[in-house]
Every structure is written in C-alpha cells, then in structure tokens.
C-alpha cells in the first residue's frame, strides 16, 4: 500500500507470452504507428505479416469473390467448413486496422478459425479504407455487404441464408454494431440474430482511465489512435460512427470482448453496460492480461487461442 503524499504504484497482470510479445513488438515500426504516411505503414505491416506462418486449412471452402459495393466492386472471402449446407445464418465479418490498414489477409487466419468452431458460412469483407476513402466509406461498405449477403448472395455462395452474425473487431468492431443499427432500423432480407464486437472502438473521444494507463507500450498507443481517427474523419457524435449516440434498444444478443491492457477496454466495457441497460442480452468477456489486437496475433501470442475459442463458444450460444 501507498504511503501518505505517494502516488500508488498500478499492478498490471501481463501475461508472460504477451510479455515477451511486446519485447519484441516494440523494437519493430509496428510500435510506431502515426509516425509516417498511410502507405507506408500498410507496406510495413505487409512485410512483417510475410513472416507469418502459414495457415494450413481444412476447410471445405475458401473462395475469394465481389460484389457491387455503393462505389464498385467489392472484394470478400468466403470460408466453409462443409460443401453444402441446409439453411443457416452467415457470418460477416469486417477486420480492424484503425479503419486504415488491414485487408481479407490480415484476418485470414482468425477468420479459418471462426469458420471451423462456428460451423457457419462466414463472409470476410474488404470494405475502403482511409484515408483514400475517409468516414463514412466503411459504414457505407459494410451495411451493403450485409445486405446483399442477405438477401442476393444466396445463388453467388451456394447457401439459403436465414440470418446474419455480424463480427468485427477493433475497428471492425465499429463496423459491426453500426451495421446491426441500420439493419434494426431498416431491415434486411434476413435478421441480424447477433453480433460479436471484439475490443472495439466505440466512437467515444473522452477520456478513460484506460486510455491513461495503456498510452504507451502497450501495442495500441495513443500516438496511433489519434493517427487513425485524424484519417478516418468520422463526424463526431454521428450514429454511423459513435455507438452511443443511438439507442441500443432493440439491438441484437451481443458477445463483447475486450483486451486488459487495452486502451480501448474501458469504452468497451461502458458501452456492454449500455447495451445490457436497454435489455439487450449480453454477454461480456475480458482477455484478461492481453493487449488490443490480440485474436489476430495468436501465433505470436499462443494463450490467446483460449481467449478466442471461450469467445467463439459464447457466440455459439448467442446465435443458436
């Protein structure tokens, strides 16, 4: 315990692999992130993603294809783990990267792993990043992904789809939840019967005591979150970004994840709080220990695999 006029000494639990992780991690340009351009740092993440091991699949499908996105053609990726299937939900899922960086490949590897312990048809989309594309390109991308996946992909996929599980993280978390709003709004030609937001950003600019501890080291940094945000140009408050700035009644069943070393976490937890305040059945979880970004780091960072096969279980209860 402190002593009177000392400021108390914060214990944080790190997890040992997370630990040496990070060790690495932040000799390497990814602990820079906001010190250069937008192109740059995506072929910085590419050369590093090179290194990668490669994803060996024993998945029945995997299938890159398009659609016509509201600005042209759009890519997505198509994961199964059977050839046919009788009628069944979809999952959509939509990466993080700051709205900025990442691709269909950045996911890859945690998108096989949704396929195989889901058991559903899960949809990858490549929707516009920043700053080419600033907000509201990617909310704009994302709600006509899972509209078409809806209701005029059946023929394109092989599948009859009767509902959508919308997953995002980080960002793609963002994406996840403004896209189960417009869908609540104005609905589709399936339901959203639920949605997994894995540490996402929120939309929300005040201050967090998480946002103070995990500033810098921690793999996310405040440096980087005020880069992707001074990219993405989101209107601050607007629906389609701030995901308190709508009413969360009526929102599908919700699993929410959030990291323990991440900056991000204490939004995270506000906005489960938000959700399960307007009736909405939630079900939080916490990778105690771990940083921001984590799911898609599972080879480097191998206690994470319990973080997401306990999420992926919890979203099996969720979508039925």
Known sequence: MATSGTAPIIQRFVRADVRAFLEVLNTTPMARIGELGAAETRAQVAQLRAGRP????????????????????????????????????VAVYFHGGGFVLGDLESHHPLCVEIARSLDLPVVSVDYRLAPEHP????????????????GGAGEVLGRDVTGLVLIGDS?????????????????????????????????????????????DGYFLTQKAIDWFD???????????YDLFAFD???????????????????????????????????????????IHGC??????????????????????????
């Open 295 to 320: 799911f898609g780091m599972a080879a480097a960072i191998p206690s994470t695999a319990s973080d997401i096969s306990g999420a992926l279980a919890a979203l099996r209860l969720l979508a039925g």
């Open 54 to 89: 490669v994803v060996n699949h024993d998945l029945a499908i995997v299938r890159d294809l398009s659609f016509p996105g509201p600005a042209g053609e759009l890519a997505l990726r198509f994961y199964d783990a059977r050839i046919d299937r009788p009628p069944a939900p």
């Open 171 to 215: 960002a793609g978390g963002n994406l996840a939840a403004v896209t189960a709003r417009a869908l609540r709004d104005a609905p589709a030609a399936a339901p959203v019967v639920a949605q997994a937001l894995i540490y996402p950003t929120t939309g929300d600019n005040r201050s967090t005591l998480s946002k103070s501890e995990f500033a």
């Open 230 to 240: 001074q990219h993405y140009a989101a209107r601050v408050g607007d629906a389609r």
């Open 248 to 290: 969360q009644a009526g929102m599908p069943p919700t699993l929410l994840v959030t990291a323990g070393l991440d900056p991000l976490r204490d939004e995270g937890r506000a906005y489960a709080a938000a959700l399960i305040q307007a009736g909405v059945n939630v079900i939080y979880q916490e990778a105690e220990g771990n």
């Open 135 to 150: 907000w509201p390109a990617a909310p704009e991308d994302a709600e006509a992904a899972a509209r078409w996946i809806a």
